[in-house]
């Protein structure tokens, strides 16, 4: 086992060391949204990364009968911090890690092997559609048994341990070639190199119908265009879109992860996947767009010359889930987070089903899942999944779709005009105002709260105020409540606005406004949303006083 292994004659020749090391507790190690996410800098200074690593291993029980899956999105850090991670639950006994070859593996497939092996948890190393290289971000993010985030009692739990660590367990030894599939033992811990794109495929090829995607894609009559952005998912598209479905070769953009995503920001909105966007607008332009981020749990959806709303893709997804050979049997429910438009609300009901609201973050779904409340749920965010896996499912999301096209003949823009035509349209748009001073964006948003006590019964931007709060959610599986996660403005006519404060940014804070209202005259849905929500958008800005407290001259990014 593992005897072309290097470490192995490590270990045989017996100069491996476990150590303990001396250390203090950071302050700041706190996980947010989506996993502890902060500045590569940060994560770089002595015993920070061991730190929050053997906080977690603290906080798991009974470490030898454990398997962990391991990967990340090749960021920069990467190859370093799963080498430390790697010598680290060799020292802490962790029975069995499961490790994506050359480190990498997207949070959707690190979910999946979770699930497909049984293993305990896993640990990925991302910071997501945060920009990477030397002066990125990085991030780590730890899923339980299910496949999914850890709930917030765990990432407490985590937390709790980081505040008080004085030592943490490493072992010497050289690196492990992580280059290769196969097996090498470190001390008792038994390490598995797997194709971190195999399981994934498998999966993908159960849920959609491939021989009719093999129609669509590979008769050269439809073009895709799948625009990477260097990061994570470019091995997946190319294995899955141009190699087992026969895309045309080029497909995949910049498919080769890079360490700083070249230079780009792995977001997929419109101001940063803009390569894609252009490519999208010209003519001709291909049938089909997707961009996905550092981590691959997210996807943009474009048709020519035209954008889907994350909101209105959850949507049409429902809508249209009858028609995927996976979820044919029916959608148990589904879910959405709070901001998210209530376009999928109008599905559920039609479709006689529930549809929960959750705060922010996939953590949030992991129950209604587990439980089999819901089948399908998504983000306003670009995150869209199902019951196939815990996380959020870029290429999942991008497969549906043309699975959908596939049944439906139909292009991307057509689908979603005779979705508006059918349930109306719920405008939707979210202002982000990135990087704006930390102090401002408290005093804004405790400001509001204090403002918001005194508004219900008014009319602002046209419409009537309904009722005022601040988001509290009480979990129906396990009962725990979640609070503070978003001050909502709700009109009597069903529009909202939300504002929220981000939690995965390392530098200043993001003040996201989310602003809907919901139009079922057919004669209005060719609309621009910043024009039609142009006197919800101006209330929203006058209400918080966002552009005189910030000087902004508008949001960094509009989605
Ligand atoms: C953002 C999104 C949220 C998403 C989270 C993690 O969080 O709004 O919907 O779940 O990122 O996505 P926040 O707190 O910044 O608004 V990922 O793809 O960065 O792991
Ligand atoms: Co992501």
Known sequence: MGTRNQPTSVLESGIMKIRTVTTEPFADQKPGTSGLRKKVSVFRQPHYLENFIQALFNALHDLPTLTLVIGGDG??????????????????????????????????????????????????????????GVNGDF??????????????????????????????????????????????????????????????????????????????????????CFDAMHAVTGPYATAILERRLGAMPGTVLNYTPLVDFGGGHPDPNLTYASELVEIMAATPAPDFGAASDGDGDRAMILGQRFFVSPSDSIAVMAANAHLVPGYRGGLAGVARSMPTSQALDRVAKRLGIDCYETPTGWKYFGNLLDSGRITLCGEESFGAGSSHLREKDGLWAVLFWLDVIAARRQSVEQIVRAHWRDYGRNFYTRHDYENIDANVAH?????????????????????????????????????????????????????????????????GATLRIYIEQYVADSARHGDDPQTALAGLIAAANHLSGILTRTGRGGPTVIT
């Open 443 to 507: 005093d804004i948003v405790s400001e509001l709260r204090t403002k918001m006590a005194t508004l219900s019964g008014k009319t602002i931007g046209g419409h009537q105020i309904a009722k005022c709060d601040d988001f509290s959610y009480t979990d129906p599986v396990d009962g725990s409540v979640t609070q503070q996660q978003g001050l909502r403005i709700l009109f009597r006519d069903g529009s909202r606005i939300v504002y929220r404060l981000s939690g995965t940014g390392t530098e």
């Open 75 to 132: 960021r920069f850090h990467n190859r370093d911090a799963i080498q430390v991670i790697l010598r680290m639950a060799a020292a802490n006994g962790v029975g069995r890690l499961i490790v994506g070859r050359g480190g990498l593996l997207s949070t959707p497939a690190a979910s999946c092997l979770i699930r497909a092996h049984g293993a305990n948890g896993g640990i990925i190393l991302s910071a997501s559609h945060n920009p990477g």
């Open 139 to 224: 991030g780590i993010k730890f899923n339980v048994a299910n496949g999914g985030p850890a709930p917030e009692r765990v990432t407490e739990e985590i937390f709790r341990q980081t505040q008080t660590i004085r030592q943490y367990r490493i072992i010497d030894s050289d690196d492990i070639d992580l280059s290769r599939d196969g097996e090498v033992r470190l001390e008792n811990t038994r390490i598995t190199v797997v194709d971190p794109v195999a399981d994934y495929a498998a999966l993908m090829e159960k849920l959609f119908d491939f021989d009719r995607l093999q129609d669509l894609l590979g008769g050269g009559m439809f073009n895709v």
